[in-house]
């Protein structure tokens, strides 16, 4: 059900978790756990049950990272305002940042509709697991554990210690933790337009000025909120080889998921180990206490964004005679409010009334045109109000085969906005984006968007506006979906190979070149449309991997070494389509807008494409690729018969790429950086005492993207300094008779802490191109030079309530 009416009629459930509080205490747990620590942190977290692994897995992780879950603590449970004041703004990991005041106020009607406890009590697939339920429990209680050791004065980041807002945490914390992150791709994205929705008899603030919509405007919006199609902030890329496509047989993964360097949404790697049940490696994002992206005895998995849309607007025809009114088959149905109130630095505080729908929350955003007006308003329904995702990921965890995995996913539907792509240890490949989407078909897309606005926002986002005044345009149900509303597997895209899959957040359609998917809904994705081109990269390397022809040895097929070199190899397929055409336009034009580019030629004709440390030119180029874009910027266009291969072929006349050069220019010798400069002499990222880290990769059709600031107002990063981009990336062979091996980095360390050692150590090892080998089995761990071995017991778990 949609996010909007269980907030809108959570009152209910907040009454029913209160009485479960009070009169049906959960039992407390008596924990012991070993964390076997390896060489760059990694914990290895061994326990007999799940209470005892979260445990185990809380204190590992509080010991690296209490900062950072501390500050998103203060977000989700609404006391930004309190201790940062109403005006700061929360950090833009992954979502975009919004002021305190707004966070605020949203979570608050979260926490006061009693939704995430309302879940946790639910009946069947949509409440937790026990063993879920047991694992954050532990997991708590470990965070607490580490806290109570080091209090916080002793705490050894400087960003928290001694703060009054770090404070022991609840189970409840961590669940809404959760429920944050399946939130990321949906309601996250609109957290001030919900704010901003208020009766059209209020009187407007300046920011509720309205405006006419229009499709400029609302493209600006997409960008904003991550709708465009660029995951500056979220993507990945993926790879599973099947048996054929290894030189030996054995399946192989690369997963490089590219996410925020900073915040909540940062990967964190560990181990977790119940034998007889459980026995898995790989990164969570944080907060979770189970393995998100890794591998277990018998298969490995990534992740990558997908391309569906996890919720939809719904355009309400509101009833003449009342504007908190609105018609639906016929019959004029009241809204639901709910008034919320939030303390603010300094004291007093700041109350907010949010309305509802039957759909969702009402939103506004008057400056792209969407007002609360005397007839229309929108409202938004959300399909990932929902936990499942944390028994989706446990029975992954726990898969034995690629079947397995993948049916592990159908089971619980909990897997809020990512594919999947892997392999197991029979060579069997598979990619699914069996996601939560609302169920919204072609048909009901081509009868249910009523012409104007609506029209208008879908054709310049992609967001799909529904009808909201007729229950023929509510989302469908599916006979094997696990709850109303989203789609089925059976009509979700879900494939096995025994060559490849591959997937750089485009949709599903070339998953495998030789074997296109279609037939799916387009809220899923498009079908028949152009390509990225880390897709179009990626599909191209396997090709010339099985011609043997790029130059990573004679015999054709993945081994897990080239599968390394591919990806280290830093190719910009934006540079080896534009770069010589680019030499020519400078050669053309030695003068562009007053801008002398002659010195500029020599080095963009012998630049080599790629995005290394010491490749002369690459930031020339770079620069160039962010000026330069446009509809003309191919001169030969996108070719559905040839959509791995078209557009190429750089439009020399066009004046956009021209004149882009010329900025590029000037802007590298305003900023006093040589026009040979490499990659290694301008991007970085800042290791312990500010000493900076050269980081290799590009944004320019770069598999092994890296995103940099080139803005030099920014306020939030460093011109160069790196943002996002690869994060964890692993290496995986699956092989029959053997367990597991395979290399990994996390390229920005375990520690958000800068003054722990393991802020910095890996992004040095990163820097000069090295990997470090996954430790999996025992023997391994007991090997490492470095292995510290924590034993942790708890009598009694304090475990009281959620």
């Given at each position: 059900m949609p996010i909007g009416h269980r907030l809108a009629h959570g009152a209910i459930g907040a009454l029913a978790a209160a009485v479960a509080v009070l009169c049906g205490v959960a039992p407390a747990l008596a924990y012991k756990v070993k964390i076997r620590e390896t060489s760059y942190g990694i914990p290895h977290v061994k326990a007999s049950n799940y209470g005892s692994a979260g445990y185990g897995v809380g204190y590992a992780f509080a010991k690296q990272n209490i900062c950072t879950f501390a500050d998103?603590?203060?977000?989700?449970?609404?006391?930004?305002?309190?201790?940062?004041?109403?005006?700061?703004?929360?950090?833009?990991?992954?979502?975009?940042?919004?002021?305190?005041?707004?966070?605020?106020?949203?979570?608050?009607?979260?926490?006061?509709?009693?939704?995430?406890?309302?879940?946790?009590?639910?009946?069947?697939?949509?409440s937790p697991s026990k063993d879920a339920k047991r694992a954050i429990r532990g997991y708590a209680d470990g965070y607490n554990a580490y806290l109570r050791k080091v209090g916080v004065d002793g705490i050894p980041d400087p960003r928290c210690s001694g703060e009054k807002w770090v404070k022991p945490i609840k189970p409840i914390d961590v669940w809404r933790r959760i429920y944050q992150a399946d939130l990321l791709a949906s309601s996250q994205n609109f957290i001030s337009d919900f704010v901003a929705a208020t009766p059209p008899a209020s009187t407007m603030s300046a920011r509720q000025a309205p405006r006419d919509a229009g499709a400029d405007a609302l493209e600006d919006w997409a960008a904003e909120i991550g709708l465009d199609g660029d995951t500056a902030r979220i993507g990945s890329n993926a790879l599973g080889v099947g048996s054929e496509d290894s030189q030996n047989g054995n399946g192989l993964v690369l997963g490089?998921?590219?996410?925020?360097?900073?915040?909540?949404?940062?990967?964190?790697?560990?181990?977790?180990?119940?034998?007889?049940?459980?026995?898995?490696?790989?990164?969570?994002?944080?907060?979770?206490?189970?393995?998100?992206?890794?591998?277990?005895?018998?298969?490995?998995?990534?992740?990558?964004?997908?391309?569906?849309?996890?919720?939809?607007?719904?355009?309400?025809?509101?009833?003449?005679?009342?504007?908190?009114?609105?018609?639906?088959?016929?019959?004029?149905?009241?809204?639901t409010s709910r008034t919320v109130t939030v303390p603010v630095k300094g004291g007093g505080s700041e109350s907010h009334t949010f309305w509802y729908s039957r759909f969702g929350p009402i939103l506004a955003r008057p400056g792209v045109g969407l007002t609360w007006s005397d007839t229309t308003v929108f409202a938004l329904g959300d399909a990932n109000d929902q936990l499942r995702s944390a028994d989706t990921w446990l029975a992954m965890n726990k898969s034995k085969s690629a079947k397995d995995l993948v049916a592990a996913q159908s089971k619980f539907q909990g897997n809020p906005w990512v594919n999947t792509i892997g392999a197991d240890d029979k060579g069997r490949a598979f990619y699914t984006d069996d996601t939560v989407v609302p169920n919204v078909t072609q048909e009901k897309i081509d009868t249910c968007i009523k012409p104007g606005l609506s029209t208008l926002i879908y054709g310049a986002t992609g967001i799909i506006p529904l009808d909201g005044s007729t229950s023929?345009?509510?989302?469908?149900?599916?006979?094997?979906?696990?709850?109303?509303?989203?789609?089925?597997?059976?009509?979700?895209?879900?494939?096995?190979?025994?060559?490849?899959?591959?997937?750089?957040?485009?949709?599903?359609?070339?998953?495998?070149?030789?074997?296109?998917?279609?037939?799916?809904?387009?809220?899923?994705?498009?079908?028949?449309?152009?390509?990225?081109?880390?897709?179009?990269?990626?599909?191209?390397?396997?090709?010339?991997?099985?011609?043997?022809s790029e130059g990573l040895g004679s015999e054709p097929g993945f081994t897990l070494k080239n599968l390394q070199e591919m990806w280290l190899g830093d190719r910009s397929l934006g540079a080896e389509l534009t770069s010589d055409a680019l030499a020519q336009i400078c050669a053309d034009n030695p003068t562009i807008d007053g801008v002398d580019v002659t010195e500029a030629c020599p080095i963009l004709a012998a630049y080599d494409d790629t995005g290394k440390l010491d490749s002369p030119g690459g930031w020339l180029f770079n620069i160039w690729w962010r000026h330069a874009g446009g509809p003309a910027f191919w001169s030969n266009p996108f070719d559905v018969n040839q959509p791995l291969t078209t557009p190429n072929t750089l439009n020399q006349g066009n004046p956009g790429s021209i004149e882009a050069l010329g900025e590029a220019v000037q802007e590298l010798r305003d900023r006093g950086i040589p026009l040979d400069a490499t990659y290694g002499d301008v991007q970085f990222a800042y290791g312990r005492n500010g000493k900076k880290i050269p980081i290799h990769g590009c944004d320019t059709g770069c598999w092994q993207r890296i995103v940099s600031n080139t803005d030099p107002d920014s306020d939030e990063y460093d011109y160069g300094e790196v943002g996002a981009g690869s994060s964890t990336v692993q290496f995986t062979e699956l092989r029959r008779d053997k367990t597991p091996k395979g290399k990994w980095i996390l390229i920005y360390g375990q520690s958000e802490n800068p003054e722990s050692k393991h802020y910095d150590d890996q992004t040095k090892l990163f820097s000069k191109g090295e990997l470090i080998p996954m430790l999996y089995t025992n023997e391994q761990i007991r090997s490492d030079p470095n292995l510290k071995i924590t034993r942790l017991k708890e009598k009694s778990g304090k475990g009281k309530g959620k």
């Open positions: 998103n603590n203060v977000t989700t449970s609404a006391r930004r305002s309190k201790y940062f004041g109403p005006d700061g703004e929360t950090q833009a990991s992954a979502a975009p940042a919004v002021n305190n005041l707004d966070s605020d106020l949203f979570w608050q009607s979260v926490i006061d509709s009693g939704r995430v406890e309302e879940l946790l009590d639910a009946k069947g697939v949509q490089n998921p590219h996410f925020p360097w900073r915040g909540i949404n940062r990967f964190w790697d560990l181990h977790v180990q119940i034998p007889g049940e459980l026995n898995a490696i790989g990164a969570s994002l944080m907060g979770f206490p189970i393995v998100n992206i890794g591998h277990n005895r018998h298969v490995a998995w990534s992740h990558t964004v997908s391309t569906a849309k996890r919720f939809t607007f719904f355009e309400l025809e509101l009833d003449p005679s009342d504007p908190t009114r609105y018609m639906y088959d016929g019959e004029s149905v009241p809204m023929a345009c509510n989302w469908g149900d599916d006979p094997d979906a696990v709850v109303k509303g989203i789609f089925g597997p059976s009509n979700l895209p879900i494939q096995y190979r025994d060559d490849y899959v591959a997937n750089a957040n485009d949709s599903f359609w070339q998953t495998n070149a030789a074997d296109p998917l279609t037939g799916f809904s387009p809220i899923i994705g498009c079908v028949d449309c152009e390509q990225g081109l880390r897709t179009r990269l990626g599909h191209e390397m396997v090709q010339e991997r099985m011609a043997a």
